[in-house]
């Protein structure tokens, strides 16, 4: 079969034959027919995630851990946690029974595969409790989970958007109430933070604007702020930041995990949700659909700008 096919830790996957996956006891071989390649996978190939070496233990492997495909049966299942070497960029991969489930009627294959991503945004709601009317920042609005997050943030009935990013051109283009370019030095930067009162932070950011942000709340005098409560679901500028006690002790600024509420029914009604908004073009996706062939390009572009790769095997 074709596949994508990566020859080192850090190296640069080519469109190459690949032998066929073969089930074992209890495995199923999956026709895939989408992949998004996310951040995520770019970490675990270059190892620098802290599955990489589960996840991809030896080389030549195929990268991106999940993705949708088609079942021997005919069904179309989203997959995840195919055996290595094996992986979701290629015509085939193999999972164990049960790694996969139904896909809603009415989604096609390469918007699914981003529904994951939409998902985060949710957690405005299930990990923070948006109510209508308030006031959400989304750090890092002008990539692909933070471009979701500020329509999610519509759809869910903010009273205001706030959307940061660091290129003002694309910052205004989301359509949010104001915008933050993160681009300044810290003292601008928390200058044009402190201009408003957030309810909710979705950080897919940490690193140094976010620790600039959790600066800036600090009151300025002796006085009980009303407490900001921020989403922690990414770090695309650092994955550590320096708080100071008061910036906590003064603020009473809540930070939560992403996973916050999305146990019992939470991540069936946050999916729910998605779906019925995708179902009926409330909620949109914004996907560079490539060929399996291009993948030795489509994986070192760095101009997509909030735009999905997604990986489509037809007619490979
Ligand atoms: N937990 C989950 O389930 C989940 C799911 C999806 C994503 N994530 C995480 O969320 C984060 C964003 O994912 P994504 O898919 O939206 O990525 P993306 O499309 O690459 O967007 C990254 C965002 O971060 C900004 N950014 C990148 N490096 C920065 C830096 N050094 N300083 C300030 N801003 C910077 C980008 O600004 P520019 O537009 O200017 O480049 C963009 O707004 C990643 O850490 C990802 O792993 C988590």
């Not at 370019?181 to 604007?209: C, I, K, M, Q």
């Not at 002796?222 to 407490?227: D, E, G, L, N, V």
Request: glycine share 12%; with cysteine; hydrophobic share 40%.
């Amino acid at each position: 079969m074709k596949a994508a096919v990566l020859h080192e830790r850090g190296g640069v996957p080519r469109y190459e034959d690949f032998p066929d996956p073969v089930a074992g006891d209890g495995e199923v071989v999956i026709e895939v027919l989408a992949t998004a390649v996310e951040n995520v996978d770019h970490a675990v190939a270059d190892g620098t995630h802290y599955a990489s070496d589960s996840m991809m233990p030896a080389f030549p492997a195929v990268p991106c851990f999940d993705g949708i495909g088609r079942l021997p049966d005919g069904r179309v299942v989203g997959f995840g946690n195919p055996r290595p070497p094996y992986g979701a960029l290629a015509e085939r991969t193999v999972v164990a029974e049960g790694h996969y489930g139904p896909i809603p009627d009415g989604i096609d294959p390469a918007t699914a595969t981003v529904l994951s991503t939409a998902i985060t945004g949710m957690s405005m709601k299930t990990a923070a409790g948006l109510q209508p009317g308030e006031t959400v920042l989304v750090q890092g609005a002008t990539g692909v989970a933070g471009r979701l997050a500020v329509r999610i943030a519509r759809l869910l009935g903010a009273g205001r958007v706030v959307a940061s990013g660091r290129d003002d051109a694309r910052l205004n283009a989301l359509g949010a109430d104001a915008v933050i370019n993160t681009a300044v030095s810290d003292e601008e930067l928390a200058e044009a933070y402190h201009r408003e009162a957030y309810d909710v932070v979705v950080d897919f950011l940490w690193g140094r604007p976010t620790e600039v942000l959790l600066r800036s709340l600090i009151p300025a005098g002796f006085s009980f702020a009303k407490p900001t409560r921020l989403v922690q679901i990414g770090e695309s500028a650092g994955a550590e930041l320096t708080v100071p006690a008061s910036a906590l002790r003064t603020s009473g600024v809540e930070i939560y995990g992403a996973a916050r509420g999305l146990d019992g029914g939470g991540m069936a009604e946050a999916y729910g949700q998605v779906v019925s908004w995708t179902r009926e073009g409330a909620l949109t996706y914004d996907l560079h659909e490539a060929n399996l062939s291009d993948i030795e390009t489509d994986w070192q572009r760095t101009d997509l700008h909030g735009r999905r790769l997604v990986v489509t095997m037809r007619g490979q």
